[in-house]
T-cell receptor, first 113, second 116 residues
Framework: GAGVSQSPRYKVAKRGQDVALRCDPISGHVSLFWYQQALGQGPEFLTY????????KSGLPSDRFFAERPEGSVSTLKIQRTQQEDSAVYLC???????????FGDGTRLSIL | AQTVTQSQPEMSVQEAETVTLSCTYD???????LFWYKQPPSRQMILVIR??????QNATENRFSVNFQKAAKSFSLKISDSQLGDAAMYFC?????????????FGPGTRLSVLP
């Protein structure tokens, strides 16, 4: 596709359930980023991939958060045993590589009941 | 760690007028990039303008320009001839130019309203 695609656009889950959020980066983009954006705040970095390698996961808030990009293209962010504080918009961004501009998807709005 | 501060949670401007959004940042690095992103209610982050720290000349993109003061660690955005479509959240962002620090550090945002 022409842009970064994220699915689902909205996700509602009960506390304690596991969720999986998908990101399809722009074709050929080597770098992929996940951000978490709480309501009324700026995005906060979660993790960064270069191809299939997860180079930085320092922003993941707990071991309940797990991200993968097994073939260096599509990425999945998984949250286990969700809690109410996980409610946020999760943004994915991709770029051609180091130093190149990041292109953002529309995000997935996650609501934990 | 780098931090980005936007001291104006909300701003408003009359259509066709000029408005300046403030941003300050803290870093010990000398090589980095600064960005302004716009986020309309649709949520997609749209790049407005970017500035390389090693360039002294302020970046300009049509009606958008920046005032980059490296010593003061200040990076303000000026929007000239404001249009209704400029209404959005504006985020200032910092990105290191080192391989390890490729992620953005965002400020908390400024909500801009444009009054007809």
């Amino acid at each position: 596709g022409a842009g970064v695609s994220q699915s689902p656009r909205y996700k509602v889950a009960k506390r304690g359930q596991d969720v999986a959020l998908r990101c399809d980066p722009i074709s050929g983009h080597v770098s992929l980023f996940w951000y978490q954006q709480a309501l009324g705040q700026g995005p906060e970095f979660l993790t960064y991939f270069q191809n299939e390698a997860q180079l930085d996961k320092s922003g993941l808030p707990s071991d309940r958060f797990f991200a993968e990009r097994p073939e260096g293209s599509v990425s999945t962010l998984k949250i286990q045993r969700t809690q109410q504080e996980d409610s946020a918009v999760y943004l994915c961004a991709s770029s051609l590589g180091e130093g190149r501009p990041q292109h953002f998807g529309d995000g997935t709005r996650l609501s934990i009941l | 760690a780098q931090t980005v501060t936007q001291s104006q949670p909300e701003m408003s401007v009359q259509e066709a007028e000029t408005v300046t959004l403030s941003c300050t940042y803290d870093t010990s690095e000398s090589d980095y990039y600064l960005f302004w992103y716009k986020q309309p209610p649709s949520r997609q982050m749209i790049l407005v303008i970017r500035q390389e720290a090693y360039k002294q000349q302020n970046a300009t993109e049509n009606r958008f320009s920046v005032n980059f003061q490296k010593a003061a660690k200040s990076f303000s955005l000026k929007i000239s001839d404001s249009q209704l479509g400029d209404a959005a959240m504006y985020f200032c962002a910092y990105r290191s130019n080192h391989n390890y620090g490729q992620n953005f550090v965002f400020g908390p945002g400024t909500r801009l309203s444009v009054l007809p």
